[in-house]
């Protein structure tokens, strides 16, 4: 049988493909740029754009699972026809589909329960990824990370376990009308992650707590719009519960511990190296 991953060179998809192969399957992987792609070898590498369903004839042929994004393009835009996208899956025959990120009230998600596929949408907290995008460059070339909020809680969550999850779920089924939650084994505050990151790096890095009002002044210096900045503003102050609230979805799902944060670090060590 063959599986399907969509956004297949994104921080997780690419690690849903490595997962689904080391599971001994036949991954087919969709991107939009197969020349780029820089897949592991043995991987089914094909075209194709989400937000374009001329652009997915014979995509879902043969597939029996597939995992799904929600979104279109680098800025997160959603799908502009995410019913039409289920309706292709479903004619093809596919029969289990995960959505990174779905939620129950998305066009994609409504679609896929209107259907007979066994869905999944899968629903991580903070990526510890994020972790390079925000802080690598600052790290090297000033030692030092300013932001709001140093007491803020969260289980921030591996992105290799997010796809352990969603290979394992495409695999193995089972999970069918869920919503998974997935954390990290750990609830640490900011100023804790800076010290394991620290820890993790060998570099002496200090962490500088911003007011609201001077988090908003430095990211509209880093060319950040207000529409943005407000929502960070809401998002890092007000973190929602289920931000910094343990489950045991990773354990459940694939059989072990979520890794934790200082794995991350020490693993992810020299991108923060000058």
Known sequence: MTFLVTGATGTVGRLVVEELLAAGQQVRALTRNPAKAGLPEGVEVVAGDLAQLDSLAGVFDGVEAAHFINFAGDDYTPLPDGAGLVKLAAEAGVRRVTVLGGRAEGELEQALAATDIEWTLLEPVEFMSNTLRWWAQTIKTEGVIKEPFGDRLS????????????????????????????????????????????????????????????????????????????????????????????????????????????????????????
């Open 155 to 274: 289980a921030l969550v591996h992105e290799r376990d997010i796809a352990a999850v969603a290979a394992t779920v495409l695999v193995k089924g089972g999970h069918g009308g869920r919503t998974l939650t997935i954390s990290g084994p750990e609830v640490i505050t900011l100023k804790e992650k800076v010290a394991i990151l620290s820890a993790a790096i060998g570099v002496d890095v200090r962490f500088v707590e911003l007011t609201v009002d001077e988090a908003r002044a430095k990211w509209r210096g880093d060319g950040m719009g207000e529409e943005t900045i407000e929502f960070l503003v809401d998002a890092l102050g007000n973190t929602p519960e289920v931000g910094y609230t343990l489950v045991p979805t990773v354990k459940e799902i694939t059989g072990r511990d979520a890794r934790s944060f200082a794995q991350w670090a020490t693993e992810n060590a020299a991108a923060f190296q000058s």
